[in-house]
Each structure stands twice: as structure tokens, then as C-alpha cells.
């Protein structure tokens, strides 16, 4: 039986995760790492997870979560960005408790894009000589249901950096099935990397297209300048480091080829990865 420590077990990728991997988990124990243990009630459907405190920027959490644990589902949690600040003492600590197995979620093109911090956490796992598995995903459909939520929602308007440049879409529930799999069977895909896409690249004027054609209200794609977005978002609230995140995340793309698409998903599940037109429906009443 292994332990398998999931870090962000209440984020996007964590809570879906937890839902497939507890289908197939065979003997192995899930122990979500949690910040507030409170949140602990977010999952009382499944009746066979521990729980543990674990937080990325307080060390003293580190001993008792890591202790028992084989295996651990890691993330970068978005706000982080000094990846030796936080990681190294973490993966030392790994090696403390003999932890080798890690399942890294990363994002496509982690490998050529030196500035992004997965790039960083990649390298630092290599050279602690982890056994690894990076799971390297494109750009979230999620985003439209979290990130912008809001603008959707109160001023029904998406404000990005990003003119035309064209995203591939992917669904988080398909990126969850693959890290459960991935986790469950991590010794036959030992050392290796995934995309997970979905088939489509779009821009976002095509999506908003189609999520208007679904939705009762029209919603509006305002392209904004680089520097206005980021102190548009400055006045918005977020952090600088969160803004420089959006920012780069967003405009780049307009400069850089189509993103690849990857057939991973549906090796690997047999099934089709979503379409964008099955998220809208399936959550539009998100936005509504
Ligand atoms: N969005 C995209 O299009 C996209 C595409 C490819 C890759 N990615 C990558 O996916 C990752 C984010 O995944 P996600 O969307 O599932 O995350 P998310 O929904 O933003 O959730 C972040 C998770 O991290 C936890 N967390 C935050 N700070 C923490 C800390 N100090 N210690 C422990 N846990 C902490 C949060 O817990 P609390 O509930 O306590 O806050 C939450 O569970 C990022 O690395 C991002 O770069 C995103």
C-alpha cells in the first residue's frame, strides 16, 4: 500500500483529482494536505481519506505531513514564485522521510520557457534525482469559471492581453483523471512527461463567441494593453506577483506559435478529451 500525500487537495485540480482517484485507488491511502484543516468537510463524500496540515510557506508543517507518505502529488500553488525559497527545503525533506515518487503538475512547454517557475521546480526534481512524472497541461477551460468568474458575472466582460492569440483548451476533469492514473501506475510511466490538451485551439473571441451563443446575456472581449492590464488587475486587488503571472500567461501567447496537441488523454482513457462547447454547457449556469 502507498500513501499518497495530495498537495492543493482544495484547488481546481485537487478536488478532482481526489474524486477519481478515490474510484480507483485500489489499496492505496489518499491523505490530503490541507492549510486549514477546517476544509476537511469539503470532502465528507468519500469516507476513506486522512487528512493532514500542510503548508508550502510554513516549514513547521513539513515532519508531520511528510512522515508516513510514499508518494506525493505536488503543485505550485499560483502565488509562489521563489521556487528555492520554498521547494529546496521541502525536497530536502523529501529525501529526510525517503520520498521518491512524485507526480509534479507542471504546464506545457515547462521545458523550453526558462522564466516560468514549473521550469525551475522541473529541474530541481531532476537534480535531487526524484522519481518523477510531469504532467504538463495547457490552458485550463476552468479559467473562465474562476479567474474571471467575476467580470463575468458583475460586469459581463472578459479583460485580457490577449488580441487574437489562440489557447488550447483543456478540461480539468480530464487533467485530474490522468494525474489519478498517473499516480495509481506511477512505476510504468516512471521518468517521463505528458501534455494533456484538449483538440481545440482557440482565441478568445472565438470562445466568447460560443459562450454567447449558449448564454441568455451577451458577454464582451476587451484586449487591453500589457502595462493598463497590470494595474488594472493592481486595482483590482491581486498582488503584483499574481498580475505578472496573468500578464505574461496571456499576452506571450500572442507571439508564440499554436500551442502542440497532444493525444495523451485519449491514449491513456480511450475516451475524447471535452470540447469547449461541452464546458459552456455543462457550466454555464456559473456565469448566469
Ligand atoms: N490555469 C491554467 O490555465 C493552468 C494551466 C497549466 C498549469 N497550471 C498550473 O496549475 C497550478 C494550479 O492548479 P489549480 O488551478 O488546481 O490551483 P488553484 O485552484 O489555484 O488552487 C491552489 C491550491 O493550492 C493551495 N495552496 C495555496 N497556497 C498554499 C500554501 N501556502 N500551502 C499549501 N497549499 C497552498 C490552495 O489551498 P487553499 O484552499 O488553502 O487556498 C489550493 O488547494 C499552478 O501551478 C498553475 O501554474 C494552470
Redesign the pocket.
Not at 494536505?33 to 486549514?36: F, H, P, S
Not at 503543485?75 to 509562489?80: F, Q
Not at 504538463?136 to 485550463?140: A, I, L, M, V
Given at each position: 500500500m502507498k500513501k499518497i500525500l495530495i498537495?492543493?487537495?482544495?484547488?481546481?485540480?485537487?478536488l478532482t483529482l481526489i474524486k477519481y482517484i478515490d474510484k480507483i485507488k485500489l489499496d492505496n491511502k489518499i491523505i490530503a494536505?490541507?492549510?486549514?484543516l477546517n476544509?476537511k468537510e469539503r470532502f465528507s463524500q468519500y469516507s476513506d481519506i486522512d487528512f493532514v496540515l500542510?503548508?508550502?510557506?510554513?516549514e513547521a508543517t513539513f515532519d508531520n505531513a511528510l512522515k508516513d507518505i510514499d508518494r506525493v502529488f505536488l503543485?505550485?500553488?499560483?502565488?509562489?514564485s521563489d521556487i528555492d525559497k520554498?521547494f529546496k527545503p521541502l525536497f530536502d525533506k523529501f529525501k529526510e522521510y525517503k520520498i521518491n515518487d512524485i507526480v509534479f503538475?507542471?504546464?506545457?512547454g515547462a521545458e523550453i520557457s526558462k522564466v516560468i517557475?514549473?521550469n525551475k521546480i522541473e529541474r530541481l526534481i531532476k537534480e535531487y534525482q526524484f522519481n518523477y512524472i510531469f504532467i504538463?497541461?495547457?490552458?485550463?477551460m476552468?479559467?473562465l469559471t474562476?479567474?474571471l468568474l467575476n467580470g463575468i458575472k458583475e460586469k459581463n466582460e472578459i479583460v485580457l492581453p490577449s488580441g487574437n492569440a489562440k489557447f488550447n483548451w483543456?478540461d480539468?476533469e480530464n487533467i485530474s483523471e490522468v494525474c489519478a492514473i498517473l499516480l495509481i501506475e506511477f512505476d510504468k510511466y516512471l521518468n517521463k512527461s505528458f501534455e494533456i490538451t484538449g483538440y481545440e485551439n482557440l482565441s478568445y473571441p472565438d470562445v466568447v463567441k460560443l459562450m454567447n451563443k449558449s448564454l441568455k446575456h451577451n458577454i464582451k472581449y476587451i484586449s487591453m494593453n500589457p502595462i493598463s492590464f497590470y494595474f488594472y488587475k493592481r486595482r483590482e486587488g491581486l498582488s503584483s506577483g499574481f498580475a505578472i503571472?496573468m500578464l505574461i500567461?496571456h499576452f506571450l501567447p500572442r507571439f508564440q506559435d499554436e500551442p502542440k496537441i497532444s493525444r495523451f488523454y485519449e491514449e491513456l482513457t480511450n475516451k475524447k478529451p471535452s470540447s469547449i462547447n461541452e464546458f459552456i454547457n455543462r457550466e454555464k449556469n456559473k456565469w448566469e
Open positions: 498537495t492543493g487537495a482544495t484547488g481546481n485540480i485537487g494536505g490541507l492549510r486549514d476544509d500542510f503548508d508550502f510557506e510554513k503543485l505550485r500553488p499560483p502565488h509562489i520554498y503538475l507542471s504546464v506545457q517557475p514549473h504538463r497541461p495547457s490552458y485550463f476552468q479559467n474562476t479567474t483543456v480539468v503571472v500567461l
